[in-house]
């Protein structure tokens, strides 16, 4: 780092002294005088600065303003190539519709390599950016989803360090071993495997050592490009992605806080003995290392391993959407990321028998008031028993205007199958297209749906997609619809104090149930219909007509 900036001092100074012109008054000789004294005060300024700057910072002040003209010089590229490509051009155009999204590849591989070079707080915003993917464009959300896998490049002492800064002494003296190779990393913190003094394996997660220091700084230069482009283009509408990553961003920082989420949804699921979240050490944890029971089990995608262990994936995905549903719905504390990076399954220790699901990574969590709570839980009994007055009425209540479409994003499948109700031995063009109508209204409606939607109820429809991503992978097993609508009248059900209210619920139930299997019942005969169809040769795959594949 030195010898970089002492080669820019050093060309500073001959650019000053190459470029300096005499005096008016003054004879040539003087004037090189004048302009050497110059460039050399100049000079030594800067390395004054720098010096001091490395001595007490580290150098961050000097890291920090590459990384603000590394982001405006991608900011500026960007724009210009928007200008320019798009230049004389109509929103509509042939031509306009495909230079778009070339232009949106090119710049979503130029953010994508300002974020990998300026690490830290640009990472965690270009993956929370690539998380909005039902509003930016797809070129945005796959390039940046590169960033999910990609961390920033540590020294090699900078661990032991941050032992020493807080706890006093080196990993190796605080526990009674420690690997220095991390087992998993991420933007904010890598991920180690160590064994405490009494015995007790660990997993020790430790915060990047400068990332408190330059995450305010880091933070206004992102809020100050942001509104410079929404300056210089006035359709630009995404600031409030960076305005909402604020305040959950800072969250993170502070591993206290995730370790007393992780015993908050730990308190909230101690009924549920499929699930377990790993204990926290306190006396080994504080803002920027945490410390919890190492876990032995493998990721919820990972078939191979799951298959080793001779598990259900049926069960798995039972339990996985009951877990989630009993949050949502009953507890309002919800995870905002169950990616299958935090949800791991093994053997439940005290049953061979039995499978656990183990929760990992608590640092982000939304809290659903609970009129929210209420509101949702009767909406998604309202969907079960088609009462469409009440599904309106409790879909406003959620400040959500179309209820319809709020309905199929939450069943991701139609709300109803029209032109279904008579089977024919082929499907005529005319049905092809009638269907093909309906998958892209259902499409065009969902997106401005999603854009209207309020921010917590986004937060409830990601979750529910990544579960049913992973389901998916799994080969769909279970009728996830059907298992969250069970946990969303579970809430609602009261308890059984007297005869009269448990004949109620009772009754309550069984006519749940009962149009619950009705119409999963119909759904499965017109989805093996249409299968059946395309199987004999009397019509194309139409399997993507029947689910509403939204990424939140």
Known sequence: MAKRIWSAVSKTSQRLYSSSRPLENATPKAGRSVARALAAGV????????????????????????????SFGIGLSISVDYAWSLRGLQEGDEQYEQILPQIHLRSANKLLDGCLANGGLYIKIGQGVAAVNHIIPKEYVETLRQLEDRCLTRQPDEVRSLFIEDFGDPPENVFASFQYEPIAAASLAQVFRAVTKTGEEVAVKVQYADLRKRFDGDLRTIMFLQRLVALIHKNYNFGWIIDDLQGTLREELDFVHEGKNAEQCAKDLESFRYVYVPKVLWNLTNERILTTEYIDGCKVSDRDAIAAMQLDLAEIDRQLFTTFGQQIFSTGFVHADPHPGNVFVRKDPSNAKRLQLVLLDHGLYEQLAPDVRQNLCRFWEAIVLRDYAAMERYSNALNVADYRTFAEILLQRPLEMKGTGKFATRLTEQDLAYMAKQAKEHFDRIMGTLKSMPRNLILVIRNLNTIRSIARDHGDPIDRPRIMARCALAALCPSRRDVRNFLWVTFRKLRFEFLLWRQSFHYWLVSNYLKLLTRVGRSPDTSHLMNIHIDV
């Open 43 to 70: 000079a030594g300024s800067i390395t004054g600065a720098a010096a001091y700057d490395g001595a007490v910072n580290g150098f961050e002040n000097i890291q920090g303003a590459q990384r603000f003209l590394r």
